[in-house]
């Protein structure tokens, strides 16, 4: 099974400022197989990032993706409000399909 | 517009079964798999397995075998997942959510269905 570990497990930052989240593998993932999910409270996740690096149907420039191997990142150039919200990587290469702990982005 | 609509909440006793059903709509239910994904409380996201529409083949994550089952009804484009022998572990809120293979990204999620297991 392949591990996902993400970190910080907080980020504290302002609108407008630049958010770097990390994920990081504990075996080599295809980046054809690693997703970015954001996830506001009472609601189900959102894919935002697919493939390590394409942006899904709808969602903002702001944010894009990047990484290979074991280590990949979500990086948001300036935030929202609205992007406020706990972050979850996945790899989907296989069974399990395995999600990182996920990384809380709360307003400072 | 894709849609994938989860059962209402469920409020089971420990040892007891729970069924959860999926309606997808908007688009061919048979060409994209779909999945089960729960959420302990104030926890991350836990995969449980996944089904094939076409086919109602189905396969499971190693923690879940034999307690989980996963079926579809074509005829009204619907997924289930029962969950058996439920423990206070199994409070959760469950999540169906579809992928175009059996590797690809997770792109339509349902709204969830809350379980509370509890005496």
């Known amino acids: 099974e392949i591990v996902l570990t993400q970190s910080p497990g907080t980020l504290s930052l302002s609108p407008g400022e630049r958010a770097t989240l990390s994920c990081r593998a504990s075996?080599?993932?295809?980046?054809?197989?690693l997703a970015w999910y954001q996830q506001n409270p009472g609601q189900a996740p959102r894919l935002l990032i697919y493939?390590?690096?394409s942006r899904a149907t709808g969602i903002p420039d702001r944010f894009s993706g990047s990484g290979s191997g074991t280590d990949f990142t979500l990086t948001i150039s300036r935030l929202e409000p609205e992007d406020f919200a706990v972050y979850y990587c996945?790899?989907?290469?296989?069974?399990?399909?395995?999600f990182g702990q996920g990384t809380n982005l709360e307003i400072k | 517009q894709v849609q994938l609509v989860q059962s209402g909440a469920e409020v089971k006793k420990p040892g007891a079964s729970v069924k959860v059903s999926c309606k997808a709509s908007?688009?061919?239910?048979?060409?994209?798999?779909m999945h089960w994904v729960r959420q302990a409380p104030g926890q991350g996201l836990e995969w449980m397995g996944i089904?094939?529409?076409?086919?109602?083949?189905?396969s499971y994550a190693q923690k879940f075998q034999g307690r989980v089952t996963m079926t579809r009804d074509t005829s009204t484009s619907t997924v289930y997942m029962d969950l058996s022998s439920l423990t206070s572990e199994d409070t959760a809120v469950y999540y169906c959510?579809?992928?175009?293979?059996?590797?690809?990204?997770?792109?339509?999620w349902g709204q969830g269905t809350l379980v509370t297991v509890s005496s």
């Open positions: 959510a579809r992928s175009w293979t059996s590797s690809s990204n997770f792109d339509y």
């Open positions: 908007g688009y061919t239910f048979t060409i994209y798999y």
């Open positions: 089904i094939n529409p076409s086919g109602g083949t189905a």
């Open positions: 075996q080599s993932v295809s980046s054809t197989y």
């Open positions: 493939g390590a690096s």
């Open positions: 996945q790899q989907y290469g296989g069974s399990p399909y395995t």
